[in-house]
Nanobody, 123 residues
Framework: QVQLVESGGELVQAGGSLRLSCAAS????????MAWFRQAPGKEREFVAA????????YYVDSVKGRFTISRDNAKNTLYLYMNSLKPEDTAVYYC????????????????WGQGTQVTVSS
């Protein structure tokens, strides 16, 4: 059974840092492109960062470039998101996603999804 379990979300002050983790099981993790998305109340789910298995290519939405870093540990079947210099605008539920093709284009039917972890950044 495919499972993606996010953890690490919590309340943090603006300017602080967090590390989110996504533990994967039930599929060949190393062959999947991975991504982080987030969704704030009343807003559409937004792409944040992606890590492709092809050459370790990474992508970021402009709003987090220079502050967030996506990484993966295939030996542990785990995806990470290191978040620095957090802003109140980063407050959202963060989801990890796995795609056999392009994780930047994940939707409800074409990717595996976790349940999400809440990140709240106070001012």
């Amino acid at each position: 059974q495919v499972q993606l379990v996010e953890s690490g979300g919590e309340l943090v002050q603006a300017g602080g840092s967090l590390r989110l983790s996504c533990a994967a099981s039930g599929f060949t993790f190393s062959l999947y492109a991975m991504a982080w998305f987030r969704q704030a109340p009343g807003k559409e789910r937004e792409f944040v960062a992606a890590f492709s298995w092809v050459g370790g290519t990474t992508y970021y939405v402009d709003s987090v470039k220079g502050r967030f870093t996506i990484s993966r540990d295939n030996a542990k079947n785990t995806l990470y998101l290191y978040m620095n210099s957090l802003k109140p605008e980063d407050t959202a539920v963060y989801y990890c996603a796995a795609s056999p093709t392009d994780s930047r284009r994940c939707g409800p039917k074409n990717c595996y999804w976790g349940q999400g972890t809440q990140v709240t950044v106070s001012s």
